[in-house]
């Protein structure tokens, strides 16, 4: 299987979360569905390789909100917008259906 690319011009690959973006993006990056390092975590592989494409600034805000989930903590949404935090709680409920199939 070849690898994908993980990086565009955001012209060519725009990010994926609604809304307006200021500034602009100029590059967004292929990031996993469901994180490598949840995978690697659950099954000791990756076996799900679907990309989702996001500027860097919300795949940031993302995993800030994701990752004290992850640990089973409260995550503090700030003043992210709506996608951003669907996004990160789709993000945890993916995990959690990965994890009960792992049993």
């Known amino acids: 299987m070849t690898e994908q690319p993980r990086s565009a011009p955001a012209a060519e690959r ?8 200021y500034p602009v993006p100029l590059i967004t990056q292929g ?4 994180p490598q390092f949840a995978q690697k975590m ?8 679907r990309l989702t494409w996001r500027c860097g600034s919300c795949h940031d805000s ?5 990752d004290p989930l992850l640990r089973g903590g409260t ?3 700030g003043r992210a917008n709506q996608h951003i ?3 990160a709680f789709l ?8 994890e009960s199939e792992t049993g």
């Open 14 to 21: 725009p990010c994926e979360t609604p809304g307006r973006h």
């Open 62 to 66: 993302i995993h800030a909100i994701l």
């Open 75 to 77: 995550p503090y949404t």
């Open 42 to 49: 659950l099954r000791g592989h990756v076996w799900d390789q």
């Open 31 to 34: 990031h996993h569905v469901l």
């Open 85 to 87: 935090i669907a996004a």
């Open 91 to 98: 993000g945890f409920a993916r995990f959690k259906e990965a």
